[in-house]
Antibody, heavy 118, light 107 residues
Framework: EVQLVQSGAEMKKPGESLKISCKGS????????IGWVRQMPGKGLEWMGI????????RYSPSFQGQVTISADKSISTAYLQWSSLKASDTAMYYC???????????WGRGTLVTVSS | EIVLTQSPDFQSVTPKEKVTITCRAS??????LHWYQQKPDQSPQLLIK???QSFSGVPSRFSGSGSGTDFTLTINSLEAEDAATYYC?????????FGQGTKLEIK
């Protein structure tokens, strides 16, 4: 089965670091871009950035450049999204997604809920 | 960055009604416009790709049209299960962007 499996929900305090994951299976992981999308509570979808696991080419949205780090380990078909110092405003659902031909998102993960609260 | 503006933001509709949602791009994006449906507490799912191509398994009542800067998602004969938020998405140029969403409520 073609799928993206995301890591479980996280509850963190402001200032803490975090790395969440997205594991692809059922397809050639290195042949598709993986994107990260943020959805704050009750809000819409926001494009964060993408990575090509084949060569780790990364493109950030200007809104998220410097705020998060996107990476991938192609040996285990996994992409990552990480924060060095979380803020309460990072509280959101984070989706990873596979980009098909010409950038259409043809596969979504189930999301990882990140809650940041003191 | 290309801005996508959807209208309306919210619509309350009755079953079997025809629904039209529009998405306007701040600059021409050719046919690189896609539509997604997100039901409560679920991930978004692809409905229409490249302006008008239905994704596998999507009911035929969903269709897309348009090009350049103006696009439309049409739902013919709305069903109760279509209650959801609908998003447009452009992949013409990075950073890719989404519209703000249109929430459909079924009366």
């Amino acid at each position: 089965e073609v799928q993206l499996v995301q890591s479980g929900a996280e509850m963190k305090k402001p200032g803490e670091s975090l790395k969440i994951s997205c594991k692809g299976s059922g397809y050639i992981f290195t042949s598709y871009w993986i994107g990260w999308v943020r959805q704050m509570p009750g809000k819409g979808l926001e494009w964060m950035g993408i990575i090509y696991p084949g060569d780790s080419d990364i493109r950030y949205s200007p809104s998220f450049q410097g705020q998060v780090t996107i990476s991938a380990d192609k040996s285990i078909s996994t992409a990552y999204l990480q924060w060095s110092s979380l803020k309460a405003s990072d509280t959101a659902m984070y989706y990873c997604a596979r980009l098909g031909v010409q950038g259409v998102i043809d596969l979504w993960g189930r999301g990882t809920l990140v809650t940041v609260s003191s | 960055e290309i801005v996508l503006t959807q209208s309306p933001d919210f619509q309350s509709v009755t079953p079997k009604e025809k629904v039209t949602i529009t998405c306007r791009a701040s600059q021409s994006i050719g046919s690189s416009l896609h539509w997604y449906q997100q039901k409560p507490d679920q991930s978004p799912q692809l409905l229409i790709k490249y302006d008008s191509q239905s994704f596998s398994g999507v009911p035929s009542r969903f269709s897309g049209s348009g090009s350049g800067t103006d696009f439309t998602l049409t739902i013919n004969s709305l069903e109760a299960e279509d209650a959801a938020t609908y998003y447009c998405h452009q992949s013409s140029s990075l950073p890719y962007t989404f519209g703000q969403g249109t929430k459909l409520e079924i009366k």
